[in-house]
T-cell receptor, first 114, second 115 residues
Framework: KNQVEQSPQSLIILEGKNCTLQ??????????LRWYKQDTGRGPVSLTI?????NTKSNGRYTATLDADTKQSSLHITASQLSDSASYIC?????????????FGTGTRLTIIP | DGGITQSPKYLFRKEGQNVTLSCEQN?????MYWYRQDPGQGLRLIYYSQIVNDFQKGDIAEGYSVSREKKESFPLTVTSAQKNPTAFYLC??????????????FGQGTRLTVV
């Protein structure tokens, strides 16, 4: 069964600090891994998407890493801002004959405090 | 602007009623998806459609129905058979196969509450 596990479940940090969120997955056949940011009551918004051959990708203060051998990914947030408070969801895609199926993690709830 | 639009944002349903959630996209994406999000759980797939006039059940399709008569539209009906419909519903669209790792765009969601 395809699974995506994220840790920690929730995290509180001071504004300006860095943090790292983790994602472990067992999804086959692996196609790509995505990180999304979801504000409360809104739809998820894409941060990064990485294929098998990519091991790091940045989007501003967000940097995602992927280790396809250990099936782990991380999302590093640098110099956090109050607006970073949100849920961060790891999504892994399995692709079979062109049909793409997404498996979602339960998310990490990040709270930035001033 | 290109995007995916869900409506309404909030919806209240009486027990025993069917309600339909709208999802429209102008991204020319082939694939559209409906997910349900409950507190503390990851998004769960209800139905998906890879092409017009075709759709497939997801992991939790019971009590739901969909149609895909147009590429742009993928409405979801929550029927009275759905035992616990109160949830946040998200619609997503992804480009078709052969276009690389498709960027999944999500609507802003519909919060359905049974009263």
């Amino acid at each position: 069964k395809n699974q995506v596990e994220q840790s920690p479940q929730s995290l509180i940090i001071l504004e300006g600090k860095n943090c790292t969120l983790q994602c472990n997955y067992t999804v086959s056949p692996f196609s790509n891994l995505r990180w999304y940011k979801q504000d409360t009551g809104r739809g998820p918004v894409s941060l990064t998407i990485m294929t098998f051959s990519e091991n790091t990708k940045s989007n501003g203060r967000y940097t995602a890493t992927l280790d396809a051998d250990t099936k782990q990914s991380s999302l590093h947030i640098t110099a956090s801002q109050l607006s970073d408070s949100a849920s961060y969801i790891c999504v892994v895609s399995a692709s079979n004959f062109g049909n793409e199926k997404l498996t979602f993690g339960t998310g990490t709830r990040l709270t930035i405090i001033p | 602007d290109g995007g995916i639009t869900q409506s309404p944002k909030y919806l209240f349903r009486k027990e025993g009623q069917n309600v339909t959630l709208s999802c429209e996209q102008n991204l020319n994406h082939d694939a559209m998806y409906w997910y349900r999000q409950d507190p503390g759980q990851g998004l769960r797939l209800i139905y998906y459609s890879q092409i017009v006039n075709d759709f497939q059940k997801g992991d939790i399709a019971e009590g739901y129905s969909v149609s895909r008569e147009k590429k742009e539209s993928f409405p979801l009906t929550v029927t009275s058979a759905q035992k616990n419909p109160t949830a946040f519903y998200l619609c997503a669209s992804i480009p078709g196969p052969g276009e690389g790792p498709g960027e999944a765009f999500f609507g802003q969601g519909t919060r359905l509450t049974v009263v």
